[in-house]
């Protein structure tokens, strides 16, 4: 499976501020995707990361907040915009290969404090 | 409505002994995939396990099996000969399909703690 190399894997941020996560794979894949998980929560997709053009965001998370870049097949890029508390989460990159019953693969995750 | 059910919040298990943790899902998709991840403290998320809808047979991989009941629309994992390194939350997901995307959808997890 791929190698996902997502930084930083953790940051204690002031609120107000922003933050980019940055998430790297060894070899090109189909898809990329960025996933938040609340404190005790399970996880939920914020967006689908679209090659050269605009993500694809869910239901309820928004381009001016999560900005996301994916500028070619193997690097993506999350900010968390104006970050409040609210924002503390883990942050987590996946990735889908090609191929029938092909599974999401994760990056190890940012962790996220906002003070 | 939620479409991932794990109504295990937390399960114990004794080292060595085999444990099931419980998923059941919804959809009137024919094709779907369902996965199992397994997350320890450390926060990663380790790919664990895959069947698909079609699937005849119930998938093994090594000590993880899946108990999959179509009928039922539940998919249970077992761990067979726990091990004190299987402490961790575990995650039923559900892959939708979609115009050429997709998305996991996660259930809320099981906290399972092996005992030495």
């Known amino acids: 499976s791929a190698v996902i190399s997502q930084k930083p894997s953790r940051d204690i941020c002031q609120r107000g501020t922003s933050l980019t996560i940055q998430c790297q794979v060894d070899?090109?894949?189909?898809?990329m995707f960025w996933y938040r998980q609340q404190p005790g929560q399970s996880l939920t997709l914020i967006a689908t990361?679209?090659?050269?053009?605009?993500?694809?965001?869910e239901s309820g998370f928004v381009i001016d907040k999560f900005p996301i870049s994916r500028p070619n097949l193997t690097f993506s890029t999350l900010t968390v915009s104006n970050m409040s508390p609210e924002d503390s989460s883990i942050y987590l990159c996946?990735?889908?290969?090609?191929?029938?019953?092909?599974?999401?693969?994760f990056g190890d995750g940012t962790r996220l404090s906002i003070l | 409505a939620q479409k991932i059910t794990q109504t295990q919040p937390g399960m114990f298990v004794q080292e060595k002994e085999a444990v099931t943790l419980d998923c059941t899902y919804d959809?009137?998709?024919?094709?779907?995939?369902l996965f199992w991840y397994k997350q320890p403290s450390s926060g990663e998320m380790i790919f664990l396990i895959y069947?698909?809808?079609?699937?005849?047979q119930n998938a093994t991989e090594g000590r993880y099996s899946l108990n999959f009941q179509k009928a039922r629309k539940s998919a249970n994992l077992v761990i067979s000969a726990s091990q004190l390194g299987d402490s961790a939350m575990y995650f039923c997901?559900?892959?939708?399909?979609?115009?050429?995307?997709?998305?996991?959808?996660f259930g809320k997890g099981t906290k399972l703690t092996v005992n030495p």
């Open positions: 996946s990735v889908l290969s090609t191929g029938l019953g092909q599974p999401q693969h």
């Open positions: 070899s090109q894949v189909t898809m």
């Open positions: 990361a679209n090659q050269g053009s605009e993500a694809t965001y």
């Open positions: 959809t009137s998709d024919p094709s779907y995939g």
């Open positions: 069947q698909g809808s079609y699937d005849q």
């Open positions: 997901a559900m892959r939708e399909v979609w115009g050429g995307s997709e998305k996991l959808v």
